[in-house]
């Protein structure tokens, strides 16, 4: 025969078993913090071997019901300082002046050296651009220089060329009219013959 269910929802009598653990049975102090975290989340029933386990009355410690750890806070000790300790090397007068001359910096000697050898540096640049820039002007003029030159042979030619017409076209015109001349001539002297 089936029996009806109680309200914790087990089947079975009226009065619930001893093994079950309601939440209200469950102890739960204030302030419980899991250590190394410092805060326990309500309701994850995680419980860490060797802390104090607060379990209701009747529960069996083989796992079958949540238990909540009650963790005292304890205040962490600050690590103490690692000592180390260093061997002592000697080092070779050579390595030492160098390490003194690496440690100590530069001289005020080697610091104007620096200084001037900058404005050596910068110097020489600015004579280069200006170089550059003498060298850039000198061709842009010896360019404009031979387009002119180019520009009055040019002219010259063209000059040449229209002179030459002029004296083949007077000479033309000149033998033109001497030939005219002629013929006036021949037409003069055959009209007397006749």
Do not use: C
Request: hydrophobic residues 30%; aromatic residues 0%; glycine residues 6%.
């Amino acid at each position: 025969m089936a029996q009806p269910e109680t309200e914790d929802g087990h089947s079975g009598g009226s009065a619930p078993a001893d093994d079950v653990v309601r939440p209200a049975d469950v102890v739960r102090p204030a302030d419980v913090v899991r250590p190394g975290t410092g805060v326990v989340r309500p309701g994850t029933g995680v419980v860490r071997p060797g802390t104090d386990v607060v379990r209701p009355s009747g529960t069996s410690p083989d796992g079958s019901a949540k238990a909540v750890a009650a963790v005292p806070e304890a205040p962490e000790k600050p690590p103490e300082p690692i000592h180390v300790v260093l061997p002592v090397i000697p080092v070779k007068p050579v390595k030492q002046g160098f390490l003194d001359r690496l440690v100590a910096g530069k001289s005020e000697a080697e610091r104007a050296a620096e200084e001037a050898k900058r404005a050596e540096e910068a110097r020489r640049k600015a004579e280069e651009e200006q170089r550059k820039a003498e060298e850039k002007a000198r061709r842009k003029a010896e360019e404009e220089q031979r387009k002119a030159e180019e520009e009055r042979r040019k002219a010259e030619e063209e000059r040449r060329k229209a002179e030459e017409k002029a004296r083949r076209a007077a000479e033309e015109a000149r033998r033109k009219a001497e030939e005219e001349q002629r013929k006036a001539e021949e037409e003069r002297r055959k009209a007397e013959e006749k």
